[in-house]
């Protein structure tokens, strides 16, 4: 995922940037950066790799000396940003949040309009925050290219865009992900989490429409071009079950709140058919936490930690290039609580499973330290699809996904029709239950259950049709 900053401020924003980007931090491990524009110096930027050490120690000395009114930061699991820009419109600094899946189309139709290159490439193509300032260039205004790279693009994007007088933001016309306004006395900001603000003076003032454009000065936040429909909206439902952080809001619904639905409404359909037998319940950390509380809550199962993260000295788990040793990291990050393991029957909620290795790797470590058993539930439905939206659970196959690797096997084939893939999402269905059954075996769960998507929903408290939920059903 990518999360963002930007402000505009009658005073020096460096501070305010500076936090207010590293709030978003459990949102990239990879990239950061921070650009700033001051009316002598210029504009000024910094841009970092992440993969060893976080974002306050590698920015420190750049905020002790950058200077600027209005500033825009980055954080990403990508490609480095912001990027700066000379156009017709004058210089700007750019920042995007989303993905673009016709980007070899676009590149196409801009050659064959005359545009000679494109200086920033990653991973191998034409870096995507280059290719969404190109087709802003089209346009005359700032506000009016925005919109037309943004109807341009198949897939998502959000951004930020910072000119000499105003930092505009942008959301993605289908709201895939959030963008909020805050603002305290001379100075507005944006934002991709609403809690980054809270702690700097800041209040909430509201969230944009999709589609919205709005452009920050210290003075307000002003409509440029206004949001599409309410029926629009498709925002990622991901936000709130994983990487959403627990007191952040999304279209006026918290994180933390959800994920205690979720759990609770899970614990109802677990009562329902039938509770294991179990001593305890407790969350693969992070985002499993707030699920398991519900879900302990509701069922009365005493909710307890049998196993806890250290973090304070391993603040990456893949700094070395081995794969071995990341693993090793990984592992050693789990520190168990023994009396809470052994000869003990463990209920663990995790947000999702994905290929599975890691919640595999964490069973197994509940074994070695003396479990009896370790009965698995997640806080969403199988996924089924990779995200075609957002760069989140980005891979080069959805055979990567252990759901799809269990429908092979059990089909025989390797391609699977949208009318079978709609079976084993039916969690009613003789498909499904077989599905779940063999991800269990092969997971070595003592138990295995997924939420249902209705219930996930439900706990959300969105209308359906106003949530993204194409990894689960292709919707």
């Known amino acids: ?50 993969e ?41 600094a750019i920042a995007t949040v989303g993905k673009i899946n016709n980007d070899e189309e676009l590149v196409r139709m801009l050659f064959q309009d005359g545009h000679a290159h494109f200086m920033e490439m990653s991973g191998g193509g034409v ?43 942008a959301r993605d016309p289908h709201g895939r992900t959030p963008v909020v306004i805050g603002k305290r006395e001379g100075a507005y900001c944006a934002c991709f989490e609403s809690f980054s603000f809270f702690n700097l003076g800041y209040t909430e003032e509201r969230e944009l429409g999709p589609g919205e454009i709005v452009k920050l ?29 627990p007191a952040s809001s999304y279209e006026g619904r918290n994180v933390e709140t959800v994920r205690n639905r979720c759990g609770a409404l899970q614990a109802k359909r677990d009562l ?52 071995e040793k990341r693993d ?3 592992k050693m990050k789990m520190i168990p609580v023994h009396e809470l393991i052994r000869e003990k029957r463990l209920l ?26 370790v009965h698995i539930r997640t806080a969403c439905p199988p996924l089924l699809y990779s995200c075609p939206y957002l760069n989140f659970s980005r891979s080069s196959s959805e055979m990567e996904l252990i759901s799809r690797r269990i429908i092979e096997r059990l089909e025989g084939r390797k391609t699977a029709s949208e009318e079978l893939l709609s079976d084993y999402a039916d969690p009613d269905s003789a498909r499904y239950e077989t599905m779940v059954k063999e991800i269990g075996k092969e997971m070595e769960f003592t138990s295995l259950s997924y939420n249902r998507l209705d219930d996930m929903i439900e706990a959300v408290g969105l209308s359906p049709c106003h949530l993204c939920t194409h990894c689960w059903n292709g919707h």
């Open 127 to 169: 870096n995507p925050t280059e290719l969404t300032s190109v087709l802003i260039n089209r346009c005359d205004s700032i506000a009016e290219g925005i919109r037309y790279a943004q109807e341009q693009i198949r897939g998502s994007m959000t951004m930020l865009v910072m000119t000499q007088d105003a930092v505009y933001a």
């Open 1 to 50: 995922m990518s999360g963002f900053f930007g402000v505009a401020a009658k005073e020096d924003c460096v501070f305010d940037l500076f936090y207010g980007t590293d709030y978003h931090s459990h949102l990239g491990t990879k990239r950061a950066g921070m650009a700033v524009y001051d009316a002598e110096r210029g504009f000024d930027r910094a841009i970092h790799n992440i």
């Open 328 to 330: 090793l990291i990984a």
């Open 217 to 245: 000065t210290p003075e307000g936040a002003e409509t440029v071009l206004p949001a599409k429909e309410e029926a629009q909206l498709k925002i990622c439902t991901f936000l709130w079950i994983y990487y959403g952080f």
């Open 272 to 323: 329902a058919k039938g509770m294991p037998e179990v001593d305890s319940v407790a969350g693969v950390p992070d985002s499993g936490v707030a699920h398991a509380i519900g879900y302990a809550t509701a069922s009365g199962i005493p909710f307890q930690r049998p196993f806890v993260k250290y973090t304070h000295t391993w603040p990456r788990s893949f700094m070395p290039s081995l794969q």
């Open 348 to 373: 663990m909620i995790d947000d999702s499973i994905v290929r599975g290795t890691q919640l595999k790797e964490t069973t197994r470590f509940l074994y070695e330290n003396g479990a009896k058993e």
């Open 52 to 92: 060893n050490t976080n974002f306050r120690p590698k920015f420190e000395g750049d905020a002790k000396r950058m200077k600027g009114c209005l500033g825009i930061g980055y954080i990403s699991d990508f490609e480095p940003q912001p990027l700066i820009v000379r156009a017709h419109h004058g210089t700007y």
